[in-house]
């Protein structure tokens, strides 16, 4: 039988919703697209387009892996954030939208000139994963010097290809080691460093998603019992790398930041601090600046 492209969405997404895959039809547009390497507008301009063989078996094998719960993003090896594409794989978490929050914070700091030194300041993205953070920051922040540090070398490797393709790789300082390990002992202090650490309290990981639980690196999603141990190093942590009157800003779930808040506090460090709403209107986001303006 010969397929169209109309006539294989149509049939998929119907075969995607008896399977109980979210967003069906998309799922099915997604893959498609990917499988004829086309972008999606185009497989609407090419609806009547007979397949060949081999692009509906390559189809098939695509649409395999999502009945199977992987995510569309390992799929077709893109996410995109901040506006960028970029390569995603299991070796790293997939960006999500709520972490663009960070970015448009630290652009904010940087607008209302509350960063200690603005003319080349200093950002780190702490267990930078694909590098969405960093990469993002090094092309809004042009002045800026970025580091962006992970545990993983795979990783790494990752996040380095991201800044390769978007012509930042130049301006990224990339270092692997555990929590603030690859900057001790050195002469090295930011102005500003932005996390999504991993959060989830590992009593609770078997109630994530299956694409989630299953797919994704649980190092990088773990964070211990309460899932509040990265971000209570990162709190107490950050003061030693910190300039005077530079910034922290952390990703979490919503009902941690009351206890990151109180973190703060009791720590001494910092001279100020908040919370910020993502899009969902939910409190995301702790950013706290550090004593010594």
Not at 24 to 30: D, G
Not at 36 to 46: A, G, W
Not at 173 to 180: A, C, H, S
Not at 189 to 203: A, E
Request: proline share 5%; with cysteine; glycine share 8%.
């Amino acid at each position: 039988m010969s397929w169209t492209i109309h006539e294989l969405l149509k049939v998929t997404t119907d075969y995607l919703t008896q399977k109980g895959i979210e967003s069906p039809r998309l799922s099915a547009e997604i893959l498609l697209a990917h499988q004829l390497n086309l972008n999606r507008v185009k497989l609407y301009l090419d609806f009547e387009k007979p397949l060949g063989e081999e692009e509906v078996a390559g189809f098939r094998n695509l649409v395999r892996r999502r009945l199977r719960r992987e995510p569309l993003q390992y799929i077709t090896g893109h996410q995109e954030f901040w506006s960028l594409d970029f390569r995603v794989g299991p070796q790293v978490l997939i960006p999500r939208p709520e972490t663009e929050v960070l970015v448009e914070q630290v652009i904010r700091l940087f607008k209302e000139e509350r960063v200690p030194e603005k003319d080349h300041p200093k950002i780190l993205d702490f267990g930078t994963g694909c590098g969405a953070l960093a990469v993002s920051l090094a092309r809004e922040i042009r002045s800026a010097s970025v580091w962006a540090s992970d545990i993983s070398e795979d990783a790494l490797e990752v996040a380095r290809l991201n800044a390769e393709a978007h012509d930042v790789a130049d301006r990224i300082v990339f270092k692997r080691g555990d929590l603030w390990q690859p900057f001790r002992g050195k002469d090295i202090r930011f102005d500003v460093i932005v996390s999504n650490p991993p959060y989830v309290d590992s009593g609770l990981f078997h109630t994530l998603p299956c694409e989630v639980r299953d797919y994704e690196p649980r190092a990088a999603l773990d964070g211990q019992e309460g899932g509040m141990f990265y971000i209570e190093k990162i709190i107490l942590g950050s003061g030693d790398y910190l300039n005077p009157g530079g910034w922290v800003l952390i990703e979490m779930d919503p009902g941690q930041t009351p206890r990151a808040l109180q973190l703060i506090e009791k720590s001494g460090l910092y001279a100020e601090w908040e919370r910020v709403k993502d899009y969902s209107h939910c409190y995301r986001v702790v950013m706290a600046q550090k004593k010594g303006v």
